[in-house]
């Protein structure tokens, strides 16, 4: 009986239960679908973590020359593209292996926990072959990792492919009159009876239309060195657009042997010597700004002057293992090995699959978030001490873009989770053309407060409770889980991340003075909004001066090094010197500034620590253990230093060195929370990230460092919302407050 005999007849409940039926039948089909859906998707997102964690360990462990030669990156995103439709284990598994197969030699795949062909071949005699294995003092990650150092030991040192000097030094590109200048080297090959080769190496930045790139350039001698001296003459053409005040350069030699360097002249195209170095005379390392290349080469001082040489291994391995049999799922275990000997069975040869594929946004996402993952799992040195599930974190990730989050988001919120305040993203896209609320939000006692304001409606103090009936402190916090960073130096950086606004006028709701308004608020374009801020930032400064006829006022981000000794060059010992150092300084003035405050001290940097590692998995990583022991905790009360969480890095390990040294008493909040040297990654999607590549301890010695808590003043002051909305600076206040109470 059709439905329409059914309507006919009246019968409504036949027509209800013909109706239920069908309903059943399609959410039946329904849920089946997004049953099915929901296995696709975790089956995707398993496969992917499976290819993450075996690519981790293939790009920086896997010594063959194959996995030397690699595209890293692109084999990311390959991978990706691979093993996402892999239905099962079995496939899984034969993905994995068509991947790394010509790559790692003997690898596979498979339920078993131990590898019978990997065993048999360490099982070998290789006593008259040399063993090939990966060494990283941190991690190099290309030209923006000038701190850092991989290499395989027993193989060719490419210098071509490095930014690391033997013996190097740099001079100021503003210093050149010409477009060119000339180096003028005296040296000789060293202790060999074989002519050595040698290379130069020039560095600078320059300006293009879209960014600021590295210029390296490596040239070998005309000639090889034989043991008599003789004067090298190399040329280099300065760039049209230099941005960089300095010109780094180099010499070294190229693979092993060794070269002696006499003397040093760099004169420009005009005939101006603009620098020379006698190395015969001694070593300074502060006056010529001359530096070994980090753990590359080494160099030694003699009569003949330094000798540069290269070092096969970075440093002795006193713990290392000889293969890894990855868990990377469930039943699966890649068998890999970490050491190889001269003349291994050598894969067929990389083949060059897909060059050309166009790969979608979501592929280059999850590839990204791959490469991320592994550059933090295996050389962030903080990571243990982040106490993140480190694993947990790469499947949450996977998981966001495969459910269609935005990816660049997830990255940030992964690499949050860290609170390394060195992480950022000096190449990201940013929309200047999207309209935001002109007010910069902190996140002060819990409450979204304007901080400065670019519109006059809105004022310092006010507690921001809705913009277009969204709650902003809620997006506040949401913004600080993608600031890696400490939660107070997060709160600081929330000028960063201006409410978006979908309209032309906003209407806040706002707490001020106890009393809730409601007012219609103009928005402003991106770009506008961080042009005000630039421009409130420095026009709101306080300038340098002497308060009264025993108080000096410095403000670090204001004054040059020269006006600074202006100022005070009337001091007396008993004048009382206030440095403001809470909007950051200006370079490295901080230190020296000690000759005009504290001239008997000798500023020491303390060293910072790279991971050593040359297999995955290092239980107890090393790290060089040594620290400045602190000299003085007596603080001289004549010289105050105002502080604040925008302090980072280099400006705490100053704050470090005045709190240890007695150099004065600081007041204010807590300093960022990180310093030690910053690495760089360029992910697959073409997204640099920014990262600490070192840790760094404290003067008081290796029980104390700088991760989250910062520089801890000797008196903390905070700003509260009142103090916003009064117009006070309750720092300045107290180093007044306790400059009179000793006069």
């Known amino acids: 009986m059709s439905l329409k005999n059914n309507i006919s007849t009246g019968s409504l409940k036949q027509l209800k239960q013909i109706m239920n039926k069908y309903l059943i ?25 499976s290819f993450s964690k075996t690519y981790g360990v293939a790009r920086w462990f896997v010594p063959s020359d194959e996995a030397a030669r690699t595209d890293w990156n692109r084999l990311a995103l390959e991978g990706v593209s691979r093993v996402s439709d892999c239905e099962d284990s079995d496939e899984l598994a034969d993905s994995l292996e068509s991947i790394f197969d010509d790559i790692i030699p003997m690898f596979s795949v498979d339920d078993i926990p131990e590898s019978d062909v990997i065993n048999r071949y360490y099982a070998t005699d ?12 941190g991690v190099d990650l290309g030209p923006e990792s000038h701190d850092y150092i991989s290499r395989r030991t027993n193989r060719p040192y490419d210098t071509k492919n490095t930014s690391k000097f033997a013996f190097t030094g740099y001079v100021r590109s503003e210093e050149s009159d010409t477009d060119s200048v000339r180096f003028e080297v005296v040296c000789r090959g060293y202790d060999s009876a074989e002519p050595i080769k040698g290379c130069f190496h020039f560095c600078t930045w320059t ?37 960089s005040r300095y010109i780094n350069w180099g010499i070294f030699p190229e693979g092993d042997g060794k070269i002696a360097v006499q003397s040093v002249r760099i004169i420009t195209g005009s005939g101006k010597e603009i620098y020379s170095l006698d190395c015969t005379k001694g070593f300074d390392y502060v006056g010529n700004h001359c530096y070994l290349g980090y753990r590359t080469y080494l160099y030694m001082e003699t009569e003949d002057g330094l000798i540069a040489f290269s070092r096969n291994d970075v440093y002795e391995d006193t713990e290392s293992r000889n293969l890894i049999n990855l868990p990377v799922a469930d039943g699966l ?70 459910e269609g989050e935005d990816g660049i988001r997830v990255l940030k919120r992964m690499v949050g989770g860290l609170r390394d305040a060195h992480v950022y993203y000096p190449n990201e896209t940013i929309d200047m053309r999207q309209n935001v609320l002109p007010a910069v939000i902190a996140y002060i006692e819990d409450k979204a407060v304007v901080l400065e304001s670019m519109d006059p409606m ?62 219609n608020v103009p928005s402003i374009p991106k770009g506008y909004y961080f042009q005000l801020y630039w421009q409130n930032y420095y026009s709101n400064l306080e300038a340098s ?55 008997d001290l000798i500023y020491k940097n303390i060293p910072d620590y790279a991971l050593k590692s040359s297999y995955p998995e290092v239980k107890n990583p090393t790290y060089r253990a040594e620290y400045v022991s602190p000299m003085s905790k007596t603080p001289n009360e004549h010289i105050i230093f105002l502080s604040g969480p925008r302090n980072i ?32 990654a360029t992910l697959p999607s073409g997204l640099k990230v920014s990262f600490s590549g070192q840790r760094a301890y404290s003067n008081s010695g290796m029980e104390e460092d700088y991760y989250i808590n910062g520089v801890t003043p000797h008196i903390v002051v905070n700003t509260t919302v009142k103090d916003l909305a009064d117009g006070k600076d309750p720092q300045f206040e107290a180093a007044l407050k306790m400059i009179n109470n000793q006069l």
Request: charged share 30%; glycine share 4%.
């Open 207 to 243: 300006n293009t239309e879209e960014y600021i790139t590295p210029l390296y350039r490596v040239d070998p001698l005309t000639e090889e060195l034989g043991q008599e001296w003789e004067k090298v003459t190399m040329t280099l053409e300065l760039p049209d657009k230099i941005s």
């Open 545 to 599: 001066r002497w308060i009264d006829d025993d108080v000096c006022y410095i403000n670090l981000t204001n004054t040059s090094f020269n006006a600074i000794g202006d100022l005070l060059e009337k001091r007396e010992a008993d004048d009382y010197v206030i440095i403001d150092m809470r909007k950051r300084s200006s370079g490295f003035i901080t230190r020296e500034i000690l000759q005009y405050i504290a001239p």
């Open 458 to 519: 809105l004022k310092p103090g006010d507690v921001l409770i809705t913009a277009d009936k969204k709650n902003v402190a809620k997006y506040a916090q949401d913004e600080m889980t993608l600031f890696s960073a400490s939660d107070l130096t997060s709160s600081s950086w929330l000028y960063q991340s201006p409410m978006p606004c979908d309209s032309a006028e906003v209407r806040c709701v706002i707490k001020r003075n106890g009393k809730k308004l409601t007012m």
């Open 25 to 49: 039948i399609y959410l039946a089909v329904a849920l089946c679908s997004i049953e099915a859906f929901g296995q696709s998707m975790e089956r995707r997102a398993d496969n992917i973590v």
């Open 126 to 137: 290789h006593s008259d072959m040399k063993p090939i294995r990966w060494q990283h003092f």
């Open 333 to 402: 275990y890649a068998h890999i090995p970490l050491l190889l000997y001269d003349g291994y069975d050598k894969p067929a040869g990389k083949k060059e699959e897909n060059q050309n594929r166009e790969y979608s946004e979501e592929e280059r996402n999850i590839a990204d978030i791959i490469v991320m993952w592994n550059v933090i799992r295996y050389f962030s040195p903080y990571l243990k001490e982040s106490g993140m599930n480190w694993d947990l974190e790469l499947e949450k990730a996977v998981r966001s873009v495969l």
């Open 649 to 680: 890095s280099n400006e705490e390990i100053f704050l470090d060195f005045v709190k240890h040294r007695g150099v004065g008493v600081i007041i204010g909040e807590n300093s960022a929370g990180i310093s030690g040297a910053i690495n760089t």
